[in-house]
């Protein structure tokens, strides 16, 4: 379905019914990257995907791309579709934009889980470093043989161990955001401190995987120190948490919503 939210249209889905889940897709990605996590948890909860601006059935608009712009639209879906306050799940750059979301409209939010958010501010000399290390790679696949290269190049460098579980036409639907991966990297550096941080009031748990870059674990590691209430959980994987150990990611989902769900939530969940 098409909902109208902060100026723009988002593709959204909802499946299932109970406490409402938000799920908030990565770099190039869609809704449909959610679909094993939504067939694990929506016999317990409502569950809503949906591409983001400027991602497949979601239009890019002239507006810059920042992680506020993103945020603000995650806000207003929430708020268009009625599910305010919910637990928002994000991965990656989809992590980020749940920060941001839990700092600036809290209101929205019951609880958030957030995988590995590239923040630089996090980690800022393990951030330089990786960057280092993969911008070459991008810049050279995308001159030698274009942005769908580019994608592969990315993917293949940071996140090996989705790259290697997924099949090509689920890559293809990577390739075809092209244009957002480099949306993504021009974007400005995403502002904020252990101040910010240490004022959110929610539960938050923060998910890494074991073998993802040391910058994006170190970042995870610091955002959860920062955070008043906070869980950290590694699972055995790299910077793809929900791909690749799914049961487990949803499992940590599913006890976590259930611990932030108000008291007429859970009595509809259990009934």
């Known amino acids: 379905m ?5 100026g723009t249209t988002l593709y959204a889905e909802q499946s299932g019914e109970g406490p409402p889940l938000v799920f908030v897709h990565g770099m190039c990605g869609d809704a449909r990257v959610w679909a094993d996590q939504v067939t694990r948890l929506a016999d317990r909860y409502q569950c809503t995907t949906y591409d983001r601006r400027g991602h497949t059935r979601s239009p890019r608009t002239d507006l810059a791309d920042t992680v506020e712009l993103h ?4 806000a207003a879906l929430i708020e268009a579709l009625g599910i305010a306050p919910c637990v928002v799940v994000g991965s990656s750059g989809g992590a980020r934009i749940v920060v941001d979301l839990v700092r600036r409209h809290p209101g929205t939010v019951r609880g958030a889980v957030v995988s590995e958010p590239p923040i630089g501010a996090l ?47 689920a890559k293809d639907r990577y390739r075809a955001n092209a244009d957002m991966l480099f949306a993504d990297l021009g974007m400005p550096a995403y502002q904020i401190g252990e101040a910010d941080v240490s004022a959110i009031r929610m539960p938050v748990l923060v998910v890494a995987g074991t073998h ?22 590694e ?3 790299g910077h793809v948490t929900h791909a690749e ?19 007429s939530d859970a009595t509809r969940e259990h009934g």
């Open 212 to 233: 993802s870059h040391g910058a994006l674990r170190g970042g995870a590691r610091t955002l959860a120190s920062w955070l008043p209430d906070a869980r950290f959980l």
């Open 123 to 169: 980690n800022p000399a393990g951030f330089a470093a990786m960057i280092g290390e993969v911008a070459p790679k991008v810049k050279r696949a995308a001159e030698t043989n274009g942005p769908a290269a580019a994608v592969d190049a990315f993917f293949g460098a940071l996140c090996p161990g989705l790259w290697a579980a997924i099949d090509e036409p």
């Open 71 to 74: 945020a603000d639209d995650l």
């Open 245 to 263: 150990q799914p049961g487990d990611f949803a499992r940590a989902v599913a006890a976590f919503a259930s611990e932030a769900a108000s008291p």
């Open 235 to 237: 699972l055995d994987c």
């Open 2 to 6: 098409d909902v109208q939210a902060n």
